[in-house]
């Protein structure tokens, strides 16, 4: 309207016009380059310039100072609360809210402009045009049936509509019984890239529209990057697809899966036809192949979820390393095969009895208490975990018991036990182990669901103490006071610093696995000999000895030639040597050995003290010169060290 000769042109050829009518009227002062970085668009290629138009806008400030006080009064509760400074920032320094968009999908805005034959027209905004007219007719003075009206064309803002999300699924609004039941909700879960784009959102527009907050709790996981820290883009080719990670793919496949993107179809033409280039699709192969050269194992859905859950512990970023998962995978094997081994004990007649267990607590064996105490402590810790969003404790607890305390301690302690002759100990030890798996499978269920619901239902006769169809429904277990036994869970930890020791001096003297070594432990108080005896036979059984036999000072006669390793303070173990080693031929090989480590380390000390070695060796040559200098002089320290150890015992 006030753009006079040049109305109705297009925008290049006003752009000519106005140039020639500059300089027709002797204004134009020249022309000169003016760099700049034009927009295009990635489907037409065409430029990409702004267009300022009328706009719909949202009045924010009454209703973000709302929001900003609910968090501030601890009515709506942020996790982890680093973020409030990110609620704050944003709320407290609120602008209108433009809500129009140009798209051709959306919610259309509902607002109409009414014109009147008598010429007036305004905006008025309705439910549906008929709302729209009435208003109008009332707004402007006139009869309805002579307005004419025409709804905007622009769609409502995404985070407008998403922002309703919380109760116009419930049919608000309508006062259904899904809104009156259901609305507000307990916990949102969401990224907190899109704090302020939709949590925000939906907090402004429940408080405005239902006068309620939408939710009590906002979790806010970390955003996934690769492992090296970068975001995950297309171009860089490190795109983790969690289907990948569960079922696996080969480098063949990942590659193919480039290929058969969404990158641009021009640069895929051309590099095509390039061995080497700057293009996006050479670039994502590069990095595939330098971060996945052997492709992606298969993890299963249970390790990815284990993994991902681990990593909370970042709390702003994830730098997700696949090969982590691929530890969760091999606890999922370890998992699987204990609950087979302790399934195929206990038998498919077996019945689990709640007396039983008692009487098995009543019993008091010190590795049957001390499993139970450790069960209890990862109920308690889980709980804990659970309750306030730490799920990298949860993990850490769980992942504890079922590995290093169950596996590596109880399953191991209780082979003779299982195998043995005396049915009592064999049933206490049976209903521990069942009461174990049924209370760490439901321990572990909201972080590996698949596998936990697959053991739980090979329970044998669970239905008679446990009738519920799925793991999903049974109860969560809960700590107990009368399952804490603190005192038999330290004399485990005892008689496990001894076993350590055991495997240590096995280690040292290269003592093959079938070896048997008789083992004396020289107990220097009474509180170190009463938790060794208490023990013994489990530090038998767990560092494959022959005998453990428990001493005090003076007691007893420990043979000589044995090897040395101290506990604690109070305790060291002796390992009697005498026709497992023979020590002279060790000692021969040990020095032939020692010669020539210590020639290699001769070697790279002469290579990396030449002359000029910084200056003209190229950088990787160096480390690795480095790294193998530092590595064969710590084997020759090894060896010399064992060396030391073979002779002590000569002199005997």
Known sequence: ERCGQFAGMKRYQARVEVEKALEAKGLLRGKTDNPMRLGLCSRTADIIEPLLKPQWWVDCKEIARRSTEAVRSGELKLVPNMFEGTWFNWLDNIRDWCVSRQLWWGHRIPAYIAKAKN???DWFVGRDEDEARNRAAKGLGVDAAELTLEQDEDVLDTWFSSGLFPFSVFGWPEETKDLQGFFPTTLLETGHDILFFWVARMVMMSLALT?????????????????????????????????????????????????????????????????FGFWELEKARRGVRLDYPDGIPECGADALRCGLLAYTQQARDINLDVQRVVGYRNFCNKLWNASRFALSNLGEDFVFKAENLQKAVEHGDPMDLYILDCLNIACRDTESAMKGFAFYNAVSATYKFWLYELCDVYLEAIKPVVNGKEPDAKNYVLHVLYHCLHSGLRLLHPIMPFLTEELFQRLPNRETHDDTLSISLSAFPQYLESMAFPEAHRQVDSAMEITKSIRSLRAAYNLTPSARPEIYVLCRDDQSFEDAEETSIKITT????????????????VPSGCGVAVVNENTEVHMDLAGLVDVEAELTKLRSNASEKKLLVEGYQRKTSVPDYEKNVPKNVQEKNTAALAKYKQETETIEDLIDRFELLLKG
Do not use: C, W
Not at 542 to 557: A, C, D, H
């Open 542 to 557: 767990l560092s494959r000895s022959s005998k453990v036999e428990i001493l005090k000072p003076g007691s007893g006669n």
């Open 211 to 275: 006068d309620k907050l939408p939710f009590k709790t906002v979790y806010l996981h970390a955003m996934v990057r690769d492992k090296h820290g970068r975001k995950m883009t297309k171009s860089l080719g490190n795109v983790i697809d969690p289907l990948e990670v569960i079922g696996g793919a080969n480098l063949d496949q990942l590659l193919e899966k480039l290929q058969s993107s969404n990158l641009d179809s021009r640069e895929l033409e051309e590099a095509a036809k390039l061995e």
């Open 119 to 121: 010429g007036s027209s």
